[in-house]
Each structure stands twice: as C-alpha cells, then as structure tokens.
C-alpha cells in the first residue's frame, strides 16, 4: 500500500511556492502519493516553477477544503452509539485544541 502525504496551503500554485514545491517533489520521488489540500486553487500560470508543476502532475494532485464538513451519520463503537454533529467545524474544533 502506497503512503500519503497531505498538504495543506491556503492557495496553489502560487509565485512564492519554491519550497513548498521541493517538499511535495521529494516526496514524491520517495515513493509517496501526495495530495494537496488548498483554500483556493490560482490559475496554473501563477507558478514560479511550471516545469515542475508539469512533471510530476502536481496541478492534478490539488483538491479545494471546503470548510464544512457534514456528518450525516453515526459512529457506532462496541458498547455505545455516538452522535456526530451535523454541522461539525473543523476550524473551531481545532481553535480548542490549540
């Protein structure tokens, strides 16, 4: 089974992203899947390094974060049912573990 490495930046590709793209190469060329996660995705000509980007399909590899996330059903464990909120936040949900 192949790993996976997530990345998580606020826009893709972007000018500036030299070292957040050597990052996501060499994980790739360690044998990872890597998935990249944004909150924006910019047009594929906003990149310092197109030539990389080409390479390794990394414009394929992005995936927008949608902010919410819905849960529409139950996790049953072995002796109990637990509820999931419907209208779980990750963002606050993280804020209160920080």
Avoid: C, H, W
């Avoid at 070292?19 to 909150?39: L, Q, R, T």
């Avoid at 072995?78 to 993280?94: L, S």
């Amino acid at each position: 089974m192949k790993r996976t490495i997530v990345f998580k930046t606020n826009s893709f590709p972007n000018i500036s992203e030299t070292f957040i793209v050597s990052n996501i190469v060499e994980a790739i060329k360690y044998g990872y899947e890597v998935k990249i996660i944004v909150d924006a995705i910019n047009a594929k000509t906003n990149t310092s390094q197109p030539d990389l980007l080409a390479k390794y399909d990394l414009l394929d590899k992005v995936s927008k974060f949608e902010n919410r996330i819905t849960i529409r059903n139950s996790i049953k464990s072995e002796d109990k049912e637990t509820k999931i909120d419907e209208n779980f936040e990750p963002e606050t949900y993280i804020s209160k573990l920080k």
